[in-house]
């Protein structure tokens, strides 16, 4: 399997790409908002517990997302490889999902992130929000409270992977074609 993290602030574009590398690559897409959205419509006992944290801009619980995580695992022995979205977002996170791959004797191959000022996060949210109904994205004060969320506890998932030489920054400004070529040099030059 070749397993990737796609990493970058909220309104970053990740979800976007994601789509376009799957189509090209067959990856199993694993994003933990889009699972926690289908736990909330479906308004499960998890996806009740998960809305109150999502609407105020707060991480819903890890022991939460890493047993959502590990379900989808374990349930696609065959895949490609795993494309990782909105998850791992705490140190925590991540120990676990590498705990989890090693049980599959599997791993993160590389890690990409997405680089986009604080500014044009704003502007895509507030894009965002006109159409896809996300009450946290319509809001100025829970965006703020996703970015720093984003600062304060996400950001150390990246320094993590650093020490083990797994991080790739690319700008994440541009079309969303010239984006999308960006990612796919990565992953053919890692996956050769
Ligand atoms: P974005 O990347 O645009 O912020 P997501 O759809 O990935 O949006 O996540 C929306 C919300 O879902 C987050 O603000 C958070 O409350 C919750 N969430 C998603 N993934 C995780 C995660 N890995 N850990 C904790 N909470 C998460």
């Known amino acids: 399997m070749f397993n990737i993290i796609l990493f970058g602030p909220p309104g ?7 789509e376009r590398l799957i189509a090209k690559y067959g990856f199993k897409h694993i994003a933990t908002g889009d699972l926690l959205r289908s736990e909330i419509a479906g308004k499960t006992e998890l996806g ?8 105020q801009g707060q991480l819903v619980p890890d022991a939460v997302v890493i047993g959502m ?10 895949a490609y490889g795993f494309l990782f979205d909105g998850f791992p977002r705490t140190k925590a996170q991540a120990e676990a999902l590498d705990q989890l791959l090693l049980k599959h004797e599997e791993k993160i191959n590389l890690m990409i992130a997405l680089d ?19 009450t946290d994205d319509a809001d100025p004060e829970v965006q703020k409270k996703r970015i ?9 998932v990246a320094s993590y992977y650093h020490q083990f030489g797994k991080v790739i ?9 010239e984006i999308f070529a960006a990612l796919s040099e990565e992953i053919d030059d890692h996956s050769a």
């Not at 009740?48 to 609407?55: E, I, R, T, W």
């Not at 000022?117 to 896809?132: F, G, H, Q, V, W």
């Not at 920054?169 to 074609?177: H, K, R």
């Open 169 to 177: 920054t690319i700008n994440g400004q541009g079309s969303i074609d």
């Open 148 to 156: 720093s969320v984003y600062k304060n506890e996400t950001l150390a």
């Open 12 to 18: 970053s574009g990740k979800g976007t790409q994601s």
């Open 48 to 55: 009740l517990q998960a809305k109150s944290y999502m609407d």
């Open 69 to 78: 995580v590990d379900n989808v695992i374990t349930d696609n022995p065959d």
């Open 116 to 134: 986009v000022p604080e500014e044009e996060l704003i502007i895509r949210m507030m894009n965002r929000a006109k159409t896809s109904g996300r």
